[in-house]
Nanobody, 120 residues
Framework: QVQLVESGGGLAQAGGSLRLSCAAS????????MAWYRQAPGKQREWVSS???????TYVDSVKGRFTISRDNTKNTVYLQMNSLQPEDTAVYYC??????????????WGQGTQVTVSS
């Protein structure tokens, strides 16, 4: 079984920064695309950013130029560096990973979520 454990959330002031981490543990053949999603109160979960196994990155328009996704394959960890935070970034942030199991089966896993709160 594979687990994703997030850390790094918390409270920040507008204009501040936070760095989220998500570490994958367990037995698997490999890890494909890793991503971050977020869900604000009363809203649907939205995709924020993705990074492929080849380090190709994509972002939702609202965070371009402010957030940076990266990964360390030696640690099976994905990061989200969030700069110039705005109150509208307040949400629970979830890590998602495409885990490739032995035999080639792909399964999407989710972390438990970490709260990010930005005060104005």
């Amino acid at each position: 079984q594979v687990q994703l454990v997030e850390s790094g959330g918390g409270l920040a002031q507008a204009g501040g920064s936070l760095r989220l981490s998500c570490a994958a543990s367990g037995s698997a053949f490999g890890i494909g695309t890793m991503a971050w999603y977020r869900q604000a109160p009363g809203k649907q979960r939205e995709w924020v950013s993705s990074i492929t196994g080849g380090d190709t990155t994509t972002y939702v328009d609202s965070v371009k130029g402010r957030f940076t996704i990266s990964r360390d394959n030696t640690k099976n960890t994905v990061y989200l560096q969030m700069n110039s935070l705005q109150p509208e970034d307040t949400a629970v942030y979830y890590c998602n990973a495409d885990i490739v199991h032995y035999g080639g089966r792909h399964v999407a896993y989710w972390g438990q979520g970490t709260q990010v709160t930005v005060s104005s």
